[in-house]
């Protein structure tokens, strides 16, 4: 098999604004629910709603502040269509919902799309958000005094890591990359509250984690990184709707994915005015916040927070679907071109927004 960390763009670290990212098999929906929150924005536009756009965010993610700064309910308010949000803790819950129909649309990483695909879910890649390439909006932590310095020293080490995520993707590459099988360390399947925690207190020695959650850990406490997100073969992120509702409503969908464009090149130009519009109402530390915006949203990173699902994007999204099955975490291969809609669908929500490009096209503009 190919090495993961062959040559290519995609060679980089990905975790969007919190990203990111993440997805397990549904297998955690007990949880799930008890987990989430719904806010329904209604704002100052009176209207009656005769339908409902149901979104997944995480409390630090760019939806959060497309909701908070209230742009999709705008654009919405002449359809009467109503803006529901719902808050999940990571990526493999959003896409949970999306597959129960709980929700019709949400933003995860690389990982948990390969999972709902491969529990069978109708999942339908909506749009792609480039990786960054600094790689240092996730890591493999450990307490400042830890007997572990490299990656090698993980063997027989207790991981906390939130199952199918992005972070997931993180940590099955290092060990592959250090010559460390899977299967010599002891996972410790956490979502990020918990896996927090857990790591706080000793009970795991190592936590595999992503902004703020990482910002958060490097800004409080003595933690080392024992390896960073930079090198790691990875797709990004990604836009994801149900395959019937991207086909039902893609006007809804283009909407969301322009302002999303829109707040992201906003917080590249304002990372203190939007850490502070967060951090009060997701219960985070500004500063910590500040530092998760500034990683993710550099101007001079270029990335796209609503692209095109190119043959690269494809491809990269694939050698991580094939190493998880590699590894025995997936049942059998993915096909993950079975989460494209047609190029005639994905033109009905091409992006518009400034500085932005379309879906379906390549414009680094």
């Not at 209230?70 to 654009?75: C, D, I, Q």
């Not at 500034?294 to 796209?304: C, F, I």
């Not at 609503?306 to 993915?334: M, Y």
């Amino acid at each position: 098999m190919k090495s993961p960390f062959a040559k290519s763009r995609f060679n980089r670290g990905s975790v969007r604004f919190a990203a990111t990212a993440a997805s397990v098999v549904v297998i955690a929906g007990v949880a799930t629910l008890a987990l989430r929150q719904n806010h329904t924005r209604k704002a100052d536009l009176s209207c009656k709603a005769s339908a409902h756009f149901r979104i997944g965010y995480q409390k630090s993610g760019i939806l959060n502040l497309q909701r908070l700064r209230g742009g999709l309910e705008r654009r919405l308010h002449s359809e009467n269509v109503q803006v529901d949000w719902v808050s999940f803790p990571a990526g493999p819950q959003i896409l949970e919902g999306i597959s129960a129909g709980d929700i019709d649309a949400g933003w995860t990483g690389d990982a948990p799309v390969i999972f709902a695909l491969a529990s069978g879910s109708d999942i339908a890649f909506v749009a792609n958000s480039a990786p960054d390439n600094s790689g240092e909006s996730r890591a493999i932590i450990v307490p400042g005094n830890s007997s572990i310095h490299q990656a090698s020293d993980l063997t027989g080490k207790r991981i906390a890591v939130q199952k199918g995520s992005g972070s997931h993707n993180l940590l099955v590459q290092v060990l592959e990359h250090a010559n460390v099988p899977y299967q010599s360390i002891h996972p410790v399947y956490l979502a990020p509250a918990d896996a927090r925690a857990a790591f706080e207190t000793g009970s795991v020695d190592a936590w595999t984690i992503w902004d703020p959650y990482l910002a958060i850990e490097q800004k409080q406490l003595a933690v080392r990184t024992v390896a960073g997100g930079k090198g790691i073969v990875t797709a990004g992120g990604f836009y994801v709707s149900r395959r019937d509702f991207a086909r039902k409503h893609p006007r809804w969908l283009q909407a969301l994915l322009s302002e999303a464009e829109g707040n992201a090149r906003w917080a590249e130009l304002n990372p203190t005015e939007a850490s502070k519009l967060i951090a009060p109402q997701a219960g985070l530390d500004p500063v910590a916040l500040e530092t998760t915006v500034r990683r993710l949203h550099a101007p001079q990173l270029k990335v796209l927070e609503a692209g095109p699902l190119t043959d690269e994007v494809i491809n990269a999204e694939q050698k991580v679907a094939d190493e998880f099955l590699r590894i025995g975490l997936l049942p059998s291969r993915v096909d993950v071109r079975k989460g494209l809609l047609t190029p005639q669908e994905y033109a009905a929500f091409q992006v518009n927004a400034p500085g932005a490009i379309k879906v379906g096209q390549v414009d680094l503009r």
